[in-house]
């Protein structure tokens, strides 16, 4: 069973230090944690600071370290260094007793590309598979604390609606939960009459309340039936009701009901919906752009075509690498152009690698779900129908190459990157804003110079790049007149054509 685990903003302070690679020793090919140690005492009381150090090794540029701990009954709090957001204290909310570091995460980017790396109590970790790293001296233990222990209790459920529900009507259902906590959110799943899942929430409900949702579109005629409920408390306690009659208990070693008194079975209601909508868009055509091989920064564009009665609300190609890089191109029915069957988007963040597409994705405006999948399947709301199609995804396949002069300017350019053969520039500040990829005219000066003008809408970007030094100074005209930016020096002499 899958289910969404929530786990509660945890208050802890964490001092980050990191540790680079000694002059000579050889980069791993991926971002390493090598030490980590805990600089707080072994033992904590509400309103104390928990500090810790690491040590990490590798190309790119460390962004953040989540820590996760389980407590005695198996409830788990996450702390991240690097997120100026958390709170930085333990609370009154932990739970008196042990609390056993059970993984450690870290998020780090190379090149405008986001990676993680986890490593476990056991030993292992993902990448090479084992790590040193000693999780148990960075085990503390609570005390002074009054923790909540038990889940809510869900006492009642019925629906007050008495009649057949029709398009748009609102289905009503109301229900009772116990708890000393504020109630986070009540989810409930019922089993429609072609055997599908729907799934009606209410978040920050009151604990005596009533659930209120719209028939829509892809609503099926017919009786549903209660299957399962979900309840969630504040402080991170839950419990699974089943129409079974059983329940579970999340962590499974919190306390509260052992079994569901409650006749799910007996909560149905009926929906009349003869002119409804209950299949996903179908895609009948996808074509690439001229370009295959692209830099970091452009733009990637391709056209498709798809249908939908209802009309298609959204749209998503996914693409993916051998390392498991995930990277979206996305199209939505409010973007300013609509879903005009052309697909543009920025490739600010891929990372160097061959992307194959994978899968498309199609929503439509009454909610219902369809995908293509790169061996010709389909599937609707993410079962398999057995219909396969026949499009060519592989033309949409690309590379992403890296940019033949990449360096630092002395002034405030940022880092530069250029392909002389092409004319193509990007500038990167900080390793997150960047110019669009701008395409450059290179013209020869007096005296073995060379130009380069790089243009949009609102101002040019002028080059200047001296072959024999390598040296390159830059600068901005726009309306208002011409600013220096700043200069750099290239490896000489410049493969200008």
């Known amino acids: 069973m899958n289910l969404r685990r929530l786990n509660a903003v945890v208050v802890v302070a964490l001092l980050l230090s990191l540790i680079p690679l000694g002059a000579g020793a050889a980069e791993s090919s991926e971002f390493n944690l090598t030490a980590i140690a805990r600089t707080s005492p072994d033992v904590v009381r509400p309103g104390d600071a928990l500090t810790f150090t690491f040590e990490a090794s590798g190309p790119g540029e460390l962004d953040s370290i989540d820590l996760t701990f389980e407590d005695s009954i198996g409830r788990e709090r996450n702390a991240r260094a690097g997120d100026e957001g958390f709170d930085r204290v333990v609370t009154d909310a932990w739970l008196n007793g042990p609390h056993e570091l059970t993984e450690v995460t870290t998020y780090w980017r190379v090149d405008n590309g986001w990676f993680l790396k986890s490593y476990y109590r056991d030993g292992t970790s993902d990448g090479d598979g084992s790590h040193t790293l000693d999780f ?82 892809n609503w099926r005629s017919g009786d549903y039936v209660l299957d399962t409920v979900y309840v969630w408390s504040q402080n991170d306690l839950g419990i699974v009701y089943y129409g079974d009659g059983t329940v579970e208990r999340f962590p499974d070693g919190a306390s509260g009901p052992t079994a569901n008194n409650l006749s799910f079975d007996e909560v149905t209601f009926t929906v009349d919906n003869p002119g409804g909508d209950f299949v996903g868009p179908e895609l009948t055509g996808v074509s690439s752009g001229d370009s295959h091989t692209y830099f970091p920064g452009e733009r990637l564009e391709f056209d498709y075509t798809a249908s939908d009665p209802s009309g298609v609300d959204a749209v998503g190609f996914l693409f993916t690498t051998q390392d498991q890089v995930w990277k979206w191109a996305t199209k939505w029915s409010d973007d300013p152009d609509g879903l005009d069957g052309h697909i543009d988007v920025s490739m600010n963040s891929w990372s160097v690698g061959h992307y194959e597409l994978a899968a498309v994705s199609l929503r439509d405006l009454a909610d219902n779900f369809s995908r293509y999948l790169r061996d010709g399947s389909i599937e609707e709301e993410y079962e398999a129908t057995g219909e396969t199609h026949s499009l060519d995804f592989s033309g949409l396949d690309l590379d992403v190459v890296a940019w033949p002069y990449t360096f630092e300017s002395e002034g405030d350019l940022g880092t530069l990157q250029i392909d002389f053969a092409s004319g193509k520039f990007r500038m990167t500040q900080d390793g997150w804003w960047s110019t669009p990829v701008m395409t450059s005219e290179i013209t020869s000066l007096p005296g073995g110079l060379f130009a380069a003008t790089f243009n949009d809408a609102d101002f040019s970007l002028e080059g200047t790049f001296d072959p024999a030094t390598g040296r390159f100074q830059a600068t901005v005209r726009d309306g208002v007149g011409v600013t220096p930016l700043g200069s750099a020096n290239l490896p000489a002499p410049l493969p200008i054509p």
């Not at 019922?190 to 920050?204: I, Q, Y």
């Open 136 to 217: 148990e001296a960075l085990d503390f233990t609570v005390e002074g604390a009054s923790a909540d222990v038990t889940v809510p209790e869900l006492q009642s459920i019925s629906v007050l609606n008495e009649s057949v529900l029709g398009l748009d009507d609102d289905l009503q259902i109301a229900f009772d939960v116990a708890d000393d906590a504020p109630i986070d959110f009540v989810d409930m799943m019922f089993t429609d009459p072609a055997g599908r899942v729907r799934w009606l929430w209410d978040t920050a409900p009151e604990a005596h309340g009533t659930l209120s949702q719209a028939v829509g579109k």
